[in-house]
């Protein structure tokens, strides 16, 4: 994404700037008081901040209720199948190095059905940035276990309580390579933007895990995080790097190890930036290079004379 | 078949020398260890028989062990058009007691079997064949020496044929060159000792084996372009790269590998990519993203590859995405055999999703229509914003053939995606038109941008459950297929345009099927061969020709199932309801033999005159009278 060059500045967009009422397309069909749209209103003010040209921007998603969001966002959008939804998006944006892609699903889409598609897109780093709406449970099919379903949770395929070990998002996020990993909380409007603008900005693959309660199947899932039900809300605190004493405690997000200790924490655990780096090219970047490579050999041959040429050697 | 020593003279012995003897083409089998090059001598003559424009096909069997073990290569050159592969060789070399053993059965009575006498012990006496002994082995040590061993007995060998064939030493000793030059010189040197070696090998050893390919008409030789030498997949690969296709994604499995091999090392020098995925569900995925960003993109699979991308392909249908899906068709189900062939995909391509997905599926005839079939998928991809499927098979992946060089300047396509701005009244899915996406990076005049969905949607892209949608947009993604259909030219039809049989063929089977044709013909029978190109739609006229002929015999290399008919013969009844359609199958996962092709006929048809030219006895109340 854009941010990568410090001059000369971004070319300021054409024509309106993006506002929440152009970026608003259907209404959502999301059962009221659904964590989802809180979600939703972070992101136009993600985009309101960021500016995109709006013809740049997509807007992806798998199924699920959290899937349906490219429907309720006024951009260049897709609505796919079932836990496929980033190997998608990795064309798009392999496809197109001027885009900015966004893609939204839930636990149940990119945790198990999506889960090896989530681990092959983050180690290639491809130039993404994925939303996770985490519900710990299967919403749209109506209340099945999910794979973030706490031990002992009723559902309709758990009617006793779950009895499978949930994934731990935090920890399986940063095993799978990705070098942008952060956690939010969808009663944290101010919060959300932040780790979602973060996101967007970060180059390569960025991934935000969103606790977005799904008050139909799983009221009160997260209450043990917001404040105003009795939970604690703790946010990360990232090192300043300014010398003071303080700082020594505080998280540095290039830290792995410390990365899986904030991820090792107990229920309901932190929220903030994980793991960032920029050390690892993204995938976008690593095709080019070959793509310049073989341009220069080739000695910028034209298609045609590539063409003629290897034909000529197979006669 | 002129067969290369006549089998009245077995074993004669002529003057060394006697003037070569003119024959029309030439199948011979190279039968050894894979490690043995036994793949390159095959190489080297198909591409020699490429530059001297004479036809060439291979067939070569590959064991699917990692390395090692038994290898075939089978080579049929001649002059004229050579359509299969040869039912049977003419010549056998034979380099291990092994190869002889397992192939001295696919020699034709009064062929020749050439033998490494440092290896093979062949039956005494056995007077079906000439048998000529060569020390392979030591001819090759002694020639090239020090610690190389025997490697260069395919080189050996190569030099002796070219002694048998009077083949061209300069080009052949052109194409060792080629091959070894990128290798330091002693591999070159190395070779051409052994290549010298095997042509010098007393000639009165050999007897009278010295043939000479007749002259090649020069008239027949028209487009004055240069014979290039490839295999099927390769020829698929370089398609779609003149098809302006920059794109795609992919997962291995045998026998489609080699396309995404080709793709990945090529396609960086024409400014594209070619992913490799985690799985062949994400290798679809990936390619209809590409696609969405306006890069017509390709991916394929083998066998179990394309039943996991069949949940992708049918959002592709209904989202109405162009994408190119290749399918190099392996014996199934399962696993199945994955170095064998098996035509026993079609149902799969033209119906293998939930839901009414119509798809276009086309398939090759040959090397040089992978190439062609490519471009066509293309175009038509682009066309009717559609998934194509382009269904080939092992056969066709594997084996090298001789073809004239493709006018290039003519072919090229432009792979630029259209980003250009989007009217004010663009809709995605407009119902009286058919759908062109614009890519994500492109303006929509409206301000209102599309989403492209596998929800069944109204024109905008909302979702939608009307009924009467569902019914309206399922016309629409069904007619432009039929639209296609109307426009597609009729299929080739080879021998009598009316007679006592139609032989209908599809994909690789179309060389033995027209093969076949000719020898129902010069049995007396009145017939015609249709092949078919275009899977689904089907071409017009199918009817029409149908009608002229009492019996149609579909060939495939698939099972009859459970009602008696093949995959394509039960589709035409299907289309047609024609009793007049019956099958010829098989599941052995080899090609037809054009001989098994025959029989199956004489089966369907019960004429005298072709059973007489196959031996077959039957009660005469069966033959026609
Ligand atoms: C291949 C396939 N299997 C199953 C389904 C049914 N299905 C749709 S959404 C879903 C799970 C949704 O859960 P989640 O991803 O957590 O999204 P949520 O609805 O909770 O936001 C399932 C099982 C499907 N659409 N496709
Ligand atoms: S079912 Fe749950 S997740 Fe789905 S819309 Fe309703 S509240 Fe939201
Ligand atoms: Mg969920």
């Known amino acids: 994404m854009s941010t990568a060059l410090a001059t000369p500045p ?23 008081g659904c964590g989802d749209f809180a979600v939703l209103a972070s992101f136009y003010r993600v985009l309101e901040k960021l500016q995109y040209p709006h013809e740049k921007i997509v807007t992806f998603a798998g199924i699920g209720c959290s899937s349906r969001f490219p429907y309720f966002v006024n951009t260049h959008g897709g609505h796919y199948i079932h836990g496929r939804a980033l190997p998608f998006a990795a064309g798009i944006s392999l496809g197109n190095e001027d885009l900015h892609v966004f893609v939204f699903g839930g636990d149940g889409d990119g945790f198990s059905i999506g889960g090896n598609h989530l681990v092959h897109t983050a180690r290639k780093n491809v130039n993404l940035t994925y939303v996770i709406m985490d519900n710990s449970v299967y919403g749209l099919t109506k209340k099945q276990t999910s794979p973030t379903s706490p031990i002992g949770f009723k559902t309709k395929t758990d009617p006793t309580g779950a009895i499978d070990q949930p994934i731990n998002p935090m920890r399986t996020l940063l095993n799978t390579g990705a070098t942008f990993v952060a956690r939010s909380h969808a009663t944290q409007v101010n919060h959300m933007v932040e780790m ?69 924490q107990a229920w309901p655990g932190s929220f903030g930036v994980f793991y960032e780096s920029n050390a690892r090219k993204t995938k976008n970047v690593l095709e080019a290079e070959l793509v310049t490579k073989a341009r220069e050999r080739t000695k910028n041959a034209s298609d045609l004379q590539l063409l003629q040429s290897t034909f000529s050697k197979m006669r | 078949m002129v067969s290369p020593n006549t089998p009245e003279t077995p074993g004669g012995v002529a003057a060394p020398s006697a003037p070569p003897r003119a024959i029309h083409d030439v199948v011979i089998r190279l039968a050894g260890n894979s490690q043995d090059g036994i793949q390159s001598v095959g190489g080297f003559l198909a591409r020699l028989a490429g530059r001297s424009d004479q036809d060439v096909m291979t067939y070569m069997t590959i064991p699917s062990t990692i390395s090692g073990g038994p290898s075939i290569f089978q080579v049929r050159m001649g002059t004229g058009d050579i359509l299969s592969s040869g039912d049977r060789a003419d010549m056998l070399v034979a380099f291990y007691q092994h190869s002889y053993d397992a192939h001295i059965g696919s020699l034709r009575p009064g062929g020749v079997l050439l033998y490494d006498s440092d290896h093979v012990k062949p039956v005494e006496g056995d007077n079906r064949f000439t048998q000529v002994a060569v020390p392979i082995t030591s001819g090759t040590v002694e020639a090239v020496g020090g610690a190389g061993k025997d490697k260069g007995k395919n080189i050996y060998i190569l030099g002796l044929l070219a002694r048998v064939f009077d083949l061209d030493v300069a080009k052949l000793a052109a194409l060792i060159k080629e091959r070894f030059g990128g290798k330091n010189e002693d591999v070159v040197r190395n070779a051409m000792l052994a290549f010298d070696a095997g042509h010098a090998w007393p000639q009165n050893n050999l007897r009278d084996l010295f043939y ?16 290039v030498t490839m295999d099927g997949n390769q020829a698929l690969a370089y398609g779609l790269l003149a098809a302006g296709v920059r794109h795609g994604a992919g997962y291995p499995i045998t026998p489609w590998s080699s396309i995404m091999e080709t793709l990945r090392t090529e396609l960086p020098k024409y400014g594209g990519l070619f992913v490799q995925c985690e799985d062949e569900i994400a290798a679809i995925s990936t390619a209809i993203g590409f696609s969405y960003t306006g890069h017509l993109a ?58 009414d997905t119509p798809r276009v599926v086309l398939s090759p005839k040959n090397v040089e229509d992978c190439f062609y079939i490519a471009l066509e998928a293309c175009r038509i991809a682009r066309t009717y914003s559609t998934p194509v499927l382009i269904l080939t098979d092992m056969a066709l992946a594997s084996r090298i053939e001789a073809f004239d060089e493709p006018d290039f300047p003519k072919l090229m396509v432009d792979p630029k995606a259209d980003l250009s701005d989007r009217g004010a009244d663009f809709k995605p899915y407009p119902l009286d038109a058919i759908t062109r996406h614009a890519p994500p990076g492109s303006k929509i005049g409206s301000g209102k941008y599309p989403t492209v969905t596998g929800l069944e949607h109204d024109e905008l892209g909302h979702p939608t459950g009307s009924s009467k949608l569902h019914t309206q947009m399922t016309a629409k993604r069904r007619d432009k297929i039929k639209h296609l259909g109307a426009s597609l030219p009729s299929p080739e039809l080879s021998g009598d345009s009316a007679g006592e049989v139609l032989l209908v063929t599809w994909g690789s089977t179309w060389g033995p099927g027209l093969e076949a044709l000719k020898r129902i013909n010069s049995a007396g029978v009145k017939a015609g061969h249709l092949h078919l190109r275009h899977l689904h739609p089907l071409p017009n006229g199918l009817e029409a020709t149908f009608q002229r002929y009492p019996k149609i015999v579909v060939a495939e290399i698939n099972d009859e199932g459970l009602y008696g008919y093949g995959q394509l013969a039960m589709l035409l009844r299907a289309r047609y309801a024609n009793p007049a359609i019956v099958s010829v199958c098989k599941t052995d996962g080899l090609t037809f033999k054009v001989s098994e092709i025959v029989a199956g006929v004489a089966q369907h048809i019960a004429s005298a005159e072709l059973d007489a030219s196959l031996g077959i006895a039957r009660p005469s109340a069966l033959a026609k009278s």
């Open chain 2, 212 to 227: 000479r390919f007749e002259a090649i008409d020069l008239a027949t030789q028209t487009s004055g372009r240069p014979q």
């Open chain 1, 196 to 264: 979602m603008t973060r996101a967007a900005k970060h180059p390569g693959f960025s991934v935000v895990e969103i606790l977005s309660e799904c008050v139909e199947f799983y009221a009160g899932a997260f209450d043990s995080s917001i404040p105003r039900k009795g939970g604690t809300w703790s946010l990360i605190q990232e090192k300043k790097n300014d010398g003071t004493p303080e700082d020594a405690d505080r998280h540095d997000v290039t830290d792995e190890v410390a990365a899986f200790k904030l991820a090792g």
């Open chain 2, 298 to 355: 390709i991916t394929g699979s083998s066998g179990p590859g394309l039943s996991l991308k069949m949940e992708a392909l049918g959002w592709a249908t209904m989202a109405e995405m162009p994408l190119i899906v290749v399918n190099v068709q392996r014996g199934g189900p399962s696993t199945g055999m994955p170095t064998n062939v098996e035509q026993s995909d079609l149902m799969q391509a033209i119906y293998g999703s939930h839901g």
């Open chain 1, 10 to 32: 971004p070319p300021a967009p054409a024509g309106a700037p993006l506002t929440k009422k152009i970026l608003t397309a259907d209404h959502p069909t999301w059962c009221p």
